[in-house]
């Protein structure tokens, strides 16, 4: 509330012809200033959206018992993507040959060229990515392949336990590199 103090100030100056004015002093109350300040906050503070945690959709499908009603893939149109540490990608088309002559070093910048040609020549229905990450292979990397399935427009891929044999043909190449 604002106050006018009348009570300071003095009356008339004796003398012929001289008035004085009395003068005013006024105080402003800023107490419901800061209260309607607290209140905007408040206000504010309750009807503002917090940051909303990011996730990825993921299609999982159903769980059978029965080996025939589970999900089939064709060979040919299968490309196998092994995660290996220091951002090594390994990847294969197909089965994996005994002598592992189709096993084919790359990294993440190559990996895209691979998934798109392949996508190309392989019919919509039978392309399958299956992505295996090593025991070494990094959480970001992970993440990373999933990213490159939403980049490319992979609809069906399916992320896997990897193979003995290729931990092995994965190690032997990472040795070969020279990577430790």
Do not use: W
């Amino acid at each position: 509330m604002a106050e006018m103090d009348t009570s300071s100030g003095g009356g008339h100056k004796k003398g012929p012809g001289v008035k004085k004015g009395k003068k005013l002093s006024t105080r402003v109350d800023l107490t419901p200033m800061v209260d309607l300040g607290f209140l905007l906050i408040t206000f504010f503070i309750f009807t503002t959206t917090m940051s909303q945690p990011t996730a990825m959709k993921l299609f999982l499908p159903k769980d059978t018992d029965k080996p025939e009603e589970q999900n089939k893939i064709k060979a040919s149109g299968a490309l196998s993507i092994m995660l290996g540490k220091k951002d090594g990608v390994y990847y294969y088309e197909g089965e994996l040959l005994p002598d592992g002559s189709n096993f084919k070093p790359s990294n993440f910048k190559d990996i895209r060229e691979v998934i798109i040609n392949k996508k190309k020549s392989t019919q919509p229905e039978d392309f399958v990515v299956v992505i295996k990450p090593g025991p070494e292979a990094t959480y970001k990397n992970t993440v990373d392949m999933l990213d490159e399935m939403t980049i490319n427009d992979v609809k069906r891929y399916a992320m896997v336990d990897i193979f003995d044999t290729e931990i092995q043909l994965m190690r032997a190449t990472e040795q070969n590199a020279g990577i430790k």
